[in-house]
């Protein structure tokens, strides 16, 4: 009884390491039904066939890699370490007990150098989902999109301010198009040519990681960020897209590039799309509706001058093109401007004596203008598809998808925080974090049972 345990952790036993791992661990779930010899003709570029040493099986690598991020083990000295006393973690890489594990530099060369500026991780990922496609897993009639934001590896309180150019927005010339097209059949003549003045606009410029952006948003942290946008899939919340930009991009700038990229790479028949509140702008209402594709997006409140009615107290009417006040008074067409608004005035005159003016207009003209974009009607279609039954449903299954797929990834896989450095590299962690959130759910669904 007194006997120590040590004396037995010296006696030798005949055991193979295949043994000591249990027969429903994790990894072995995901050996048994993900083959990774695809990653071989992925990487095949970028090695040498008769130069240099023989390398690293590149798929033990990425193997090390999926152990980091399956287990949110951040340093790639500690992933070393770990994989040294873990036997499963062996196992899973093919290393017997006494094998020497791979050194932790390894990893970081071939980031650094082998794969950089090359797009081996978005295709090991893209393979992954077509994997679960193959597996049925993916739907591809509703998508999920939201943003989340990722502290970048830099001090909020070293930077400098540069004046950088605004990025034009990919829809200005159908929206120019809509604008001629609006005006002609109003009777106006089209707008004189301008040329365009370049905006810009000052920003902080992070001295430490320059790629991110400093974010400053109404109930969020501030500080210098990255926003990974990610799309689920309704049946099985499989991430089918990841896109990282800087914190200070907004939401909806990538939104309909990547749901094209998506619908082209993985032959998706896409019905209907949930989204929040941050994406409902016209330009995204107005791109969905010319994909044919339910838009259902969050409503976002607008809160008028206090003491003045809200625009929604004025009815539009479609087939008269004029606008109805409270006090039941016309509002007619009047021009359509540069930036895609039709305005439509109210009679000075009649308003003058309108007892409801003071809650109408502070103008001092006694004229009320009310402004509707040329593609309005998109948006009010995507306001109509939230408020239908198969909206609100599918506006429901957001919160567990998307939401769920962000709060897995943040407390069990450890993308709280950027751990390396620059766009690729934290596009790269958002990558393969999702990898690793993938092939998780389609080994637990191909054995389960």
Known sequence: MLRPVRDKQIELEMVSIDQLVPEDHLLRKIDDTIDFSFIYDKVRPFYSEDNGRPPVDPVMLFKMMFIGYLYGI??????????????????????????????????????????????????????????????????????????????????????VKETVQVETQDYIKELDQAIEEDRKAHGKKPLPKKDKEVEVKEVKVSTTDKDSGYMFREGKPE???????????????????????????????????????????????????????????????????????????????????????????????VDSDTYTCPNAKTLTYSTTNREGYRQYHSNPETCKSCPLLSQCTAAKNHKKVITRHVWESSKETVRDNRLSPEGKVIYKKRKETIERSFADAKQLHGLRYCRLRGLKGANEQALMTAVAQNIKKIANHLTRG
């Open 74 to 159: 951040r340093s790639e000295r500690q992933l070393e370490k770990e994989i040294q006393t873990n036997v499963a973690y062996r196992w899973f890489l093919g290393l017997g007990l006494l094998d020497s594990v791979p050194h932790h530099s390894t990893i970081s060369f071939n980031r650094h150098k082998r794969f950089k500026d090359t797009t081996v991780f978005q295709d090991v990922f893209d393979e992954i989902v077509l994997l679960a496609v193959e597996h049925r897993m993916v739907g591809g009639r509703v998508l999920f999109t939201d943003s989340t934001h990722l502290k970048a590896n830099a001090n909020k309180r070293k930077f």
């Open 223 to 317: 500080g210098f960020f990255y926003l990974d946008h990610r799309t689920t899939d309704l049946k099985f919340n499989i991430i089918t897209d990841v896109h990282v930009t800087p914190g200070n991009v907004h939401d909806s700038r990538p939104y309909l590039e990547r749901l094209d990229r998506q619908c082209q790479r993985f032959g998706f028949d896409l019905e209907a799309v949930g989204l929040d509140a941050g994406y409902l702008t016209v330009p995204i209402c107005h791109g969905l509706e010319k994909r044919k594709i339910m838009g259902v997006i969050a409503h976002r409140r607008f809160s008028p001058k206090k003491g003045l009615f809200p625009k929604w107290k004025y009815t539009y009417d």
